[in-house]
Nanobody
Framework: QVQLVESGGGLVQPGGSLRLSCAASTTIFSINVIGWYRQTPGKQREFVAIITRGGDTNYADSVKGRFTISVDNAKNTIYLQMNSLKSEDTAVYYC?????????WGQGTQVTVSS
């Protein structure tokens, strides 16, 4: 069983930055793919960014150039640096770890972008 704990959410003005963290209870290297997803009320959870064990990254078009996913293997922590935030980035952000055949999710952290 893998536990993921997100932190770093909060209220930020449009154009501002936040860094989300996701602490994993297992070594990052054992995880095939780690990612961030987000969800707003009444909508499906959507993909934001992923990073593979090999270091390859992929981003949703809506965040490309503004968000950066990274890992710190020594701390077993995954980060999502979010810059130039927009009101449409407001959502609950979830960390996900894929270790086949299982899929693990954190409890989520709220990000609100508003003036």
């Amino acid at each position: 069983q893998v536990q993921l704990v997100e932190s770093g959410g909060g209220l930020v003005q449009p154009g501002g930055s936040l860094r989300l963290s996701c602490a994993a209870s297992t070594t990052i290297f054992s995880i095939n793919v780690i990612g961030w997803y987000r969800q707003t009320p009444g909508k499906q959870r959507e993909f934001v960014a992923i990073i593979t064990r090999g270091g390859d990254t992929n981003y949703a078009d809506s965040v490309k150039g503004r968000f950066t996913i990274s890992v710190d293997n020594a701390k077993n922590t995954i980060y999502l640096q979010m810059n130039s935030l927009k009101s449409e980035d407001t959502a609950v952000y979830y960390c996900n770890a894929a270790i086949p055949p299982n899929d693990y999710w954190g409890q989520g952290t709220q990000v609100t972008v508003s003036s």
